[in-house]
T-cell receptor, first 119, second 110 residues
């Protein structure tokens, strides 16, 4: 298994441009998540999904959109890039759970991250 | 307010030495506490997961402890190696929340 893969690894955007961060997992996990990690801060949840066709907002969803048309893919869309969106973005997944934030025995698998710079 | 605070912010130790990282939390209700290792430029990797009833969990040279009464956890690293240089993140879940700490940056020197 490749686990959780993300593309691209690094991207520079101009203010107002749009882009899609790709995330794919091959573990047949129902739950997928997008986080952003800013320097000196803990990861913040942007959006999550409990299965194909179902998505919901996390802690910091403004400026982002997601879709989940398949179990494997969970792309994150930035419509109008702003400097405040400069960050490292991580996609993650967990097996099916009764509680989306992770049950007692689940391991959350993270992708390698996408570093985004908005100038 | 639900918070997870880690200390120290950064730490430098010599190879072969032991160290202990701290995590204090105010997340309530409590479901589980996880420790992750994050190498530079990589995503976090799970080290341990502990529930309310568990007060210690080991993974090789890593041993995590949990005191649910005082809402404190520690991660002890034994006989450190250069490859232990990384950020260590404490994550606490409870209710419908998962709160990530900012991490402790560990540098192991030869």
């Amino acid at each position: 298994n490749a686990g959780v893969t993300q593309t691209p690894k690094f991207r520079i955007l101009k203010i107002g441009q749009s882009m899609t961060l790709q995330c794919t997992q091959d573990m047949n996990h129902n739950y997928m998540y997008w986080y952003r990690q800013d320097p000196g801060m803990g990861l913040k949840l942007i959006y999550y999904s409990v299965g194909a066709g179902i998505t919901d907002k996390g802690e910091v969803p403004n400026g982002y959109n997601v879709s989940r048309s398949t179990t494997e893919d969970f792309p994150l869309r930035l419509e109008l890039a702003a400097p405040s969106q400069t960050s490292v973005y991580f996609c993650a997944s967990t097996p099916s759970s009764l509680r989306w934030e992770g049950s007692q025995r689940e391991t959350q698998y993270f992708g390698p991250g996408t570093r985004l710079l908005v100038l | 307010k639900n918070q997870v605070e880690q200390s120290p912010q950064s730490l430098i130790i010599l190879e072969g030495k032991n160290c202990t990282l701290q995590c204090n939390y105010t997340v309530s209700p409590f479901s589980n506490l996880r420790w992750y290792k994050q190498d530079t430029g990589r995503g976090p990797v799970s080290l341990t997961i502990m529930t309310f009833s568990e007060n210690t969990k080991s993974n090789g040279r890593y041993t995590a402890t949990l005191d649910a009464d005082t809402k404190q956890s520690s991660l002890h690293i034994t006989a450190s190696q250069l490859s232990d240089s990384a950020s260590y993140i404490c994550v606490v879940s409870g209710g419908f929340k998962t709160i990530f700490g900012a991490g402790t940056r560990l540098f192991v020197k030869a």
